[in-house]
């Protein structure tokens, strides 16, 4: 498994922008697909967008068009851009790393859109 650290989140008004970074470490070059997900209060955790080792990406429908996932394979490094935020993108954001089909998880970052 690799130990994965999220950082960027906070509280940011309707229409914003955050930066979400995830920074892996351990076997970071067996990693295959990275990603980030989310979880609001009283819903279940739900995928966000992915991005594999040949930066091959896929996003959950109601992002499209405003995220944009990237990666930086050497340094086992994930980023989520993250435009026109609106008050239901709030959820804690979390890392995910799968490693010969084992997924590790980070600790999540909380973002909040709200006036």
């Known amino acids: 498994q690799v130990r994965l650290v999220e950082s960027g989140g906070g509280l940011v008004q309707p229409g914003g922008s955050l930066r979400l970074s995830c920074a892996a470490s351990?076997?970071?070059?067996?990693?295959?697909?990275m990603g980030w997900y989310r979880q609001a209060p009283g819903k279940q955790r739900e995928l966000v967008a992915t991005?594999?080792?040949?930066?091959?990406?896929k996003y959950a429908e109601s992002v499209k068009g405003r995220f944009t996932i990237s990666r930086e394979n050497a340094k086992g490094t994930v980023y989520l851009q993250m435009n026109s935020l609106k008050p239901e993108d709030t959820a804690i954001y979390y890392c995910?790393?799968?490693?010969?089909?084992?997924?590790?998880w980070g600790q999540g970052t909380q973002v909040t859109v709200s006036s």
């Open positions: 991005i594999t080792t040949t930066a091959s990406t």
């Open positions: 351990g076997p970071i070059f067996n990693i295959n697909v």
């Open positions: 995910n790393a799968v490693l010969y089909n084992i997924n590790s």
